[in-house]
Every structure is written in structure tokens, then in C-alpha cells.
Nanobody, 121 residues
Framework: QVQFVESGGGFVQPGGSLRLSCAVSGNIARVANMGWYHRTPDNERELVARISRAHTVEYAVAVQGRFMISRDNANHTIRLQMNNLNPEDTRVYSC???????????????WGQGTQVTVSS
């Protein structure tokens, strides 16, 4: 079992900033990639930003230069600093962790419940 604690969503005016946090816990042996995703209007999950254990990062084109993802491997935590937000960033943001439990030999994707970000004047 993997537990998620996601926080930092909320309401902000255009041009404002928010910082999302995601911490995972449980019977975890190792966490590989972690990241933030949101839903498209077609209800598909779309990458916002992700980070490997080695801190290699990848961003969606729409957020490059505005968002920054960081990671604390010891605490299985990632943060997403979101700057210069605009109304198109209004979504539910969900945390993904690619984890291996102690009793398993394989990795699988585990998702948090999501946190709402609303950008509006």
C-alpha cells in the first residue's frame, strides 16, 4: 500500500504563484520517477513535470520557464513551484510515483487523489 499526501493547491490570480507538494509513504522499497500530471478536456492524463531519482527533469512545453520541480529522495517527496500562473493552468494536478514495495520485485504506477489549482481574476 502506498499513501499520498498532496498539498499546495488553491486559488490564485493570474501572474501569481503556488507550490505543490507530494509525499508518498508506506511499505516502499524504492521510488523511481515521480511527477505531476493533469487531465486534458478529453480526460486524458497529461504530463506537467517529472523528475527521476537522479534529478533529471522533464517539463511540458506549456510550463517550461514557469514551473520548477524538485525532489527529496530520502523522504519520497516532490515539490512543484508554479510561477506566473495563467487561467489555462486551472486543473486538478495529480501526483504520480513509480514505486516498488518491499514484498515485490517489480515497479508500478501509484497515483494521488489530486489537488485543485484555480487561476482566475
Amino acid at each position: 500500500q502506498v499513501q499520498f499526501v498532496e498539498s499546495g493547491g488553491g486559488f490564485v490570480q493570474p501572474g501569481g504563484s503556488l507550490r505543490l507538494s507530494c509525499a508518498v509513504s508506506g511499505n516502499i522499497a524504492r521510488v523511481a520517477n515521480m511527477g505531476w500530471y493533469h487531465r486534458t478536456p478529453d480526460n486524458e492524463r497529461e504530463l506537467v513535470a517529472r523528475i527521476s531519482r537522479a534529478h533529471t527533469v522533464e517539463y511540458a512545453v506549456a510550463v517550461q520557464g514557469r514551473f520548477m520541480i524538485s525532489r527529496d529522495n530520502a523522504n519520497h517527496t516532490i515539490r512543484l513551484q508554479m510561477n506566473n500562473l495563467n487561467p489555462e493552468d486551472t486543473r486538478v494536478y495529480s501526483c504520480l510515483a513509480h514505486v516498488r514495495l518491499h514484498e515485490d520485485t517489480y515497479y508500478y504506477d501509484s497515483w494521488g487523489q489530486g489537488t485543485q489549482v484555480t487561476v482566475s481574476s
